[in-house]
Nanobody, 127 residues
Framework: QVQLVESGGGLVQAGGSLRLSCAAS??????????MGWFRQAPGKEREFVAA????????YYADSVKGRFTISRDNAKNTVHLQMNSLKPEDTAVYYC??????????????????WGQGTQVTVSS
C-alpha cells in the first residue's frame, strides 16, 4: 500500500511563503521510479495541476499561474517532494494534493494519469 502524506499547509498573508512537503512510503513503492507532482482544488472548482518533477529531479513543469513563484523539488534519499511557494496570492487558496505517476513528469499534468494521491493539506492566503 502506498501512502503520500502532505504537511506544511496553513494560513499566510498575501505576499508570504509556505513550504509544502510530501512523504511517500510503501513496501513496494519505489519512489525514484515515479514522477511526483502537486495539484490543488479550491472550493467549487475542479482539481488543477500545479507542478511536476521527473523521477531524477532534472525536469520540472509548472502551471502558468504559479510559474516564477513556486518551486518543486525532491529528495530521493528521503522519499520526499517539496513545493516552495513564494509571493502567495489569495487565489492560491486551496487544498493542495501530492501526486505520483509511474512515468513521465509531463503526463502528471493530467488528473487522470495520477496513480496515487495524498490526502491533501489546506493552504489559505489572506488578503
Amino acid at each position: 500500500q502506498v501512502q503520500l502524506v502532505e504537511s506544511g499547509g496553513g494560513l499566510v498573508q498575501a505576499g508570504g511563503s509556505l513550504r509544502l512537503s510530501c512523504a511517500a512510503s510503501g513496501r513496494t513503492f519505489s519512489f525514484s521510479s515515479y514522477a511526483m507532482g502537486w495539484f490543488r482544488q479550491a472550493p467549487g472548482k475542479e482539481r488543477e495541476f500545479v507542478a511536476a518533477i521527473s523521477w531524477d529531479g532534472v525536469t520540472t513543469y509548472y502551471a502558468d499561474s504559479v510559474k516564477g513563484r513556486f518551486t518543486i523539488s525532491r529528495d530521493n534519499a528521503k522519499n520526499t517532494v517539496h513545493l516552495q511557494m513564494n509571493s502567495l496570492k489569495p487565489e492560491d487558496t486551496a487544498v493542495y494534493y501530492c501526486a505520483a505517476h509511474r512515468g513521465a513528469a509531463r503526463a502528471l499534468a493530467t488528473v487522470s494519469r495520477v496513480d496515487y494521491w495524498g490526502q491533501g493539506t489546506q493552504v489559505t492566503v489572506s488578503s
